[in-house]
């Protein structure tokens, strides 16, 4: 980390406790059922935009009410390039992960996972494509991370063991997004997110990965009409993802580690110190461990793949009934 936990262990400065980022998170969720379902419903797109305010708003009474130092609680610093990139990068391996993850969970539960994604892409087409961008994309990496990765994260920080902080970020981020369906994703995401901001004690990366998380799903569902949107989400539904897309999506993980691994060697480098990409006195173990972890995935959904195409009729069925649409959901859901 750039400032580590030195600078949160100085007794001349307020720190926020772990009390004040749970009492944050509880009042959120209530409020969830209470007035922002009623501003959602009522608004639409622009309830979502009041949501994101709300949250900004409430991270930003905790820290006042609580006396928290606003530079130590929302840490804005100039980023460097290798950090930008490493953190693109991150966002690119962590949802790599996500992917297979995602797609197993909609092959077991397509009406819960398609008729959900379906609501949110009328919501999201309900508004011009700039202004979608800037509530779905802009607003959440910067109200949300103020409250996940600014509140709730720093009130942690006397935990002391990062990937204890990172673990309890990861399913609070889950909890967070309301569905049981997407609930390992999302905390995946959140772990990820959270080990981020504790390399790096700088909010402009972790806004960044959600930026980049959240605009490539919004740019892909523009361009696609609700009816046929539904249409494709109610075959899907019905009919299941075929076991050769299955495939295509676990084989994506192969990505993940190799993507991970470069994302953390670059944020943890210092500027102007050599580091080597891989650790002498580990480089065996780390080439081989990453090359097993890729090609895992490689081949399981390499099976899977000639599995759906050979034996599973499903696949076929999809492309008669309507390839195009089927697979702008599939990438609309889940790129």
């Known amino acids: 980390m750039e400032n580590g936990y030195n600078d949160f262990m100085n007794p001349h400065k307020k720190k926020l406790k772990p009390v004040h980022g749970i009492l944050l998170f509880v009042l959120v969720m209530v409020s969830y059922y209470t007035i922002i379902a009623w501003m959602q419903m009522r608004f639409g797109m622009y309830g979502l935009a009041m949501t994101e305010l709300y949250l900004l708003l409430l991270s930003v009474g905790i820290t006042v009410l609580?006396?928290?130092?606003?530079?130590?609680?929302?840490?804005?610093?100039?980023?460097?390039?290798?950090?930008?990139?490493?953190?693109?990068?991150?966002?690119?391996?962590?949802?790599?992960?996500?992917?297979?993850?995602?797609?197993?969970?909609?092959?077991?539960?397509?009406?819960?996972?398609?008729g959900t994604s379906s609501a949110l892409n009328d919501i999201i087409a309900s508004v011009p494509l700039l202004v979608s961008i800037f509530i779905t994309a802009v607003m959440p990496a910067v109200c949300e991370e103020a409250m996940h990765r600014g509140v709730i994260l720093h009130s942690l920080k006397s935990l002391k063991r990062e990937w204890v902080i990172v673990l309890i970020m990861g399913i609070l981020f889950g909890l967070f997004h309301g569905s049981v369906w997407r609930f390992v994703p999302t905390a995946l995401l959140g772990g990820a997110l959270s080990w981020l901001m504790l390399r790096t004690e700088n909010m402009v990366y972790p806004a960044l990965f959600h930026f980049a998380n959240n605009f490539l799903p919004t740019l892909l569902s523009f361009g696609q009409t609700n009816s046929d949107t539904a249409a494709s989400?109610?075959?899907?539904?019905?009919?299941?993802?075929?076991?050769?897309?299955?495939?295509?999506?676990?084989?994506?993980?192969?990505?993940?580690?190799?993507?991970?691994?470069?994302?953390?060697?670059?944020?943890?480098?210092?500027?102007?110190?050599?580091?080597p990409y891989f650790p002498k006195e580990h480089q065996t173990f780390w080439i081989v461990f990453l090359t097993v972890c890729s090609v895992v995935p490689a081949m399981i959904g390499g099976i899977l793949f000639l599995y759906g195409v050979f034996f599973d009729d499903s696949l076929w069925q999809m492309i008669r009934q309507s390839p195009i649409e089927n697979f702008s959901v599939f990438l609309t859901n889940f790129l």
Not at 76 to 95: D, E, H, M, Q, R
């Open 66 to 114: 609580a006396g928290g130092d606003f530079a130590e609680v929302f840490p804005v610093k100039k980023p460097s390039w290798s950090k930008i990139f490493g953190t693109l990068l991150l966002w690119a391996g962590a949802y790599a992960l996500v992917l297979p993850a995602t797609m197993v969970i909609a092959w077991l539960f397509p009406e819960q996972m398609f």
């Open 233 to 275: 989400a109610e075959y899907l539904m019905e009919a299941g993802i075929p076991v050769a897309a299955l495939g295509i999506y676990v084989a994506v993980g192969c990505a993940a580690p190799f993507a991970l691994y470069t994302a953390g060697y670059l944020i943890r480098r210092e500027k102007g110190r050599k580091v």
